[in-house]
């Protein structure tokens, strides 16, 4: 049974708009990731979230991104003003079981930006 | 920087053995992982090594040499579905995963 789940599967928009990615984890982690990989290229963190708040971004997590936990189960990772180069798979990730060791990974969503 | 640097593709046939190699370089680490990606799918967790040395899980094995920076993964008895992306990745101080360039396996029957 997947460990996590992500909305939508592929998400289709202008640039310039706003999208909101949505990942549910089944399990209550209090560790959460989430990456982007651009098509062909290597998977790149984004931001961990720890205990409800934001334990480190990368550099390419700007003012343009953002994550919340809205009601305590989802999480969610909004780009406010899409570019060509946010087209990518997302994917959320939370530690297995417990596990620093190991993480899992959601399906992923598929974002193209027009 | 960071980086972790591993052969672009390789190729085999079916029943043959593979290995895929990963050389890093990190401010921090906590140990070096493997993972398998299908095209369209998500990463998927094969292996962990935190000490050097040998881990063995059934057709997959994964080395570690903490001193050289650099592991590798062992594919045996190879079948069609193993081909795939292969990355390596490594937890670094803050647990988040830092992922290696990626290989390419392609199996032939």
């Known amino acids: 049974e997947p460990e996590v789940t992500q909305t939508p599967s592929h998400q289709v928009t202008q640039m310039g708009q706003e999208v909101i990615l949505r990942c549910v984890p089944i399990s209550n982690h209090l560790y959460f990731y989430w990456y982007r990989q651009i098509l062909g290229q290597k998977v790149e963190f984004l931001v961990s979230f720890y205990n409800n708040e934001i334990s480190e971004k990368s550099e390419i997590f700007d003012d343009q991104f953002s994550v919340e936990r809205p009601d305590g189960s989802n999480f969610t990772l909004k780009i406010r003003s899409t570019k060509l180069e946010d087209s990518a798979m997302y994917f959320c990730?939370?530690?297995?079981?417990?596990?620093?060791?190991?993480?899992?990974f959601g399906p992923g969503t598929r974002l193209t930006v027009l | 920087g960071q980086s972790l640097e591993q052969p672009s593709e390789v190729t085999a046939v079916e029943g043959a053995i593979v290995q895929i190699n990963c050389t890093y370089q990190?401010?921090?680490?906590?140990?070096l992982s493997w993972y398998q990606q299908h095209d369209g799918g998500a990463p998927t967790f094969l292996s962990y090594?935190?000490?050097?040395g040998l881990e063995e899980t059934g057709r997959f094995s994964s080395f570690l040499s903490r001193s050289d920076s650099y592991g590798y993964l062992l594919l045996q008895e190879l079948q069609m579905k193993d081909s795939a992306s292969y990355f390596c990745a490594v937890r670094d101080r803050t647990d988040k995963l830092i992922f290696g360039t990626g290989t390419r396996l392609q199996v032939f029957p």
């Open positions: 990730a939370t530690p297995t079981s417990g596990d620093l060791d190991t993480q899992y």
């Open positions: 090594n935190a000490l050097d």
């Open positions: 990190t401010s921090g680490f906590y140990g």
